[in-house]
């Protein structure tokens, strides 16, 4: 199995334990660090809104708090008809780390495959 399906596998399974009552949207993510590991994540939504933590977030989070902060892949899987991309927040998150990430976002109907400077150009970082 390659790189993109293993991550779109493992961001699958995490959509399954999204908390998401209010969106309705199930979304997963899986981070693979430059030594091949991967972080998972889903959404947590949150009565008060803002609270809400996005799957990207959480996985990236997780993974920093291993001790990881360099990564090769990120893929991204909602329960949607529609492509579902990374937010703008996760975006900057993303850029923080990796601004040159490969970026898979999946959906029911099919997948997407970019990179983080296409979806977000110019980002503002530790070096800018």
Known sequence: MDVIQTLLRAAQKAAQEAY??????????????????????CNVENASYSLTLCAERLAIFKAVSEGYQKFTGIAIYAETDKPFPPCGACRQVLAEFSPDLQI?????????????TE??????????
């Open 119 to 128: 979806l977000l150009p110019h980002s503002f970082t530790l070096d800018s």
């Open 20 to 41: 998401a009552p209010y969106s309705g949207y199930k979304v997963g993510s899986a981070i693979m660090t430059t030594e091949g590991r991967i972080f998972t994540g």
């Open 104 to 116: 898979i976002y999946a959906n029911q109907k099919g997948q997407q495959i970019t990179t983080l």
